[in-house]
DNA sequence: CCTTCAATTTGGAACGTTCCAAATTTTTCG
DNA sequence: CGAAAAATTTGGAACGTTCCAAATTGAAGG
């Protein structure tokens, strides 16, 4: 039991339980073809010796694969995170397992251990691109042949299925529910432009300014780092320029956190003082102080539905990009324009 | 180039430099033997093929593999994601590639995905348990003689190599900082008894109280959901029972967000009208208002050391558990008592 | 009992590698 | 130059499956 003994193979099922190993392949294959009594025999045969199935060696001989691969910019993010794990339920219940791969946004990386994926197999991926990834790369991975899905940044150039919320859906909302409030100098905080995602955005934002007849002040586009910090220094340059919006749009919830707390620094409060809005609604959005006004995505759905897709696509089905619905959450960090504190200059 | 044409395999290969597939092998796998010139001319031939190196049937030969298991009960959780990442990071500076699972805390998805992953040939697991994984199952992957770490949560009863924070070291730092501020009655909130972290941090609570010579009041020790409710709902309890506690050390940080968010519900402060410390010092714990006290750990380190740990044991070297460091952040959250608002009934 | 047809079962050749023992080529040197 | 030694290269048998065509068994019908 516990001494060095040689794996055990169909072969030796084939043996005990008096057998060919066609029968047992047929059996592990769930074929109707195998007599009730013989697969009886052949399954208790395997309880007693302990087998496990080889699927390496099956794949080789049959040229598919379960496995497919999972290839995330930014694990940390709890939004990707998120994704992740619908990405990995789908795909669990389907019978498939995900390598995988985090880039920690390195397209270098990215290009390594997406080739390392496809040496061991991987049917298929399931990409949420580093940030610099180039259109080069791009067309590398195409000429593999393989089913690919983009998940929330698409590639412009190349088509990939994909798989993102409705950015520009969600970022008109946003800014109309500002503007229902009556603010008419809205500002968009973070993301860089390049950055799909944040073009999206901020071509929503633009979108709702133009349809209610508002200026577009360039001024009031503030590109900074995606984050906390992008959001904290933002929000003190847009605090600091001659006619200060009212309210702000930001890239995400990360960078909406950090203008929270840029205003905090200052003893200004979100939703008096000035509006603030996010993008996400990630887990924590709900619990900031004030609460942060945010338009949700569903980022676990959209994980699920990019695994669907990809599985769709490996059936060989004809299938089409989905576009995830968003919704505006309205929390205490957007109220009406004061006329009170929010201008040093008065 | 687009038609459907066959695999390119070492034969290939083999032909198109005139070599043997033999040789081709040797040049794929970096052997010594092969003359420079030989190795150049095959090295050509596979580029201008488009040669794709078939790990799946290597491994069939050799018996081996690079892929490894990575079983997390919790990715939603930041600090499980980071672990996750600072195991992937590793693995990939070896050359090893993780399957992916997260169990989401269900152990009978857990003993599915285990096995699943065993099947497609994961040389060894990186495993943080989810709660109710039971010792019949520990057992049963042990008889599977395949290299183990526990990751975070130790499996009482099996002697699976372990990657852990000091629990008990941190537990204890942290009281004795309450004590050191002048604190006596302090408080222990949340987690359930049979989760080992909670016992060994309960543990390091309660030593540090008896070597101050303060008593343990068991009604100071509330059981509680390990998340942001379970916080919340715990401090509630806290602050109505008869004699109140003017600190209180949570299990976790997401616990302890609870607590600070339960206080600012009833018009209180934490580090004025309680002392709130929390535990792994996750990225949110600097930002909260106030910011959090609480005992820093390493996660990222401690995903890289579970990776060595399990490459080593691959490698048969003798290994040995790992405890990571910790380290006390003190900030906003916890004062000296007061004697003014903490008390209901004053 | 023989035939026919359907239901089961089965050998053996792949699949793309590695690895061994043996063969071949090249170098060294008396 | 020839022999011995060193450096390279090479066939062919695994590895654990699947799948096809063919063989065997069983049932039904005359």
Redesign the pocket.
Known sequence: MSSPT?????????HEA?????????V??G?????????DRVLAAMDRLG??????????????SEVLGMVINDLTNPFFAEIAVGIERALQTAGFIPLLANTGEDPSRQARVMQAMREHGAAGFLFCPAIGTDEGFAHEIMSWRLPIVTVMRRIPGVDFRSVAPDNVGGARLATEHLIGLGHRRIAFLGGRPGMVVMEDRCQGYQAALAAAGLPADPGLIVEERPNRDGGLAGVGALLSIADPPTAVLCFNDAVAFGALHGLWERGLQAGRDLAVVGFDDIANAAHTTPPLTTVAVSCRTLGERAAHLLLSELRGEPTGDHIGEVRLVVRASSGPPGQDRYRPNT
């Open positions: 040689r794996k055990v193979t169909m072969i030796d099922i084939a008096g057998v060919s190993k066609s029968t047992v392949s047929l592990l294959q074929s109707e073809l195998v007599k009730d009594d013989t697969r087998y496990v199935y080889n699927r390496g060696a099956a794949n080789l001989r049959r040229k598919t």
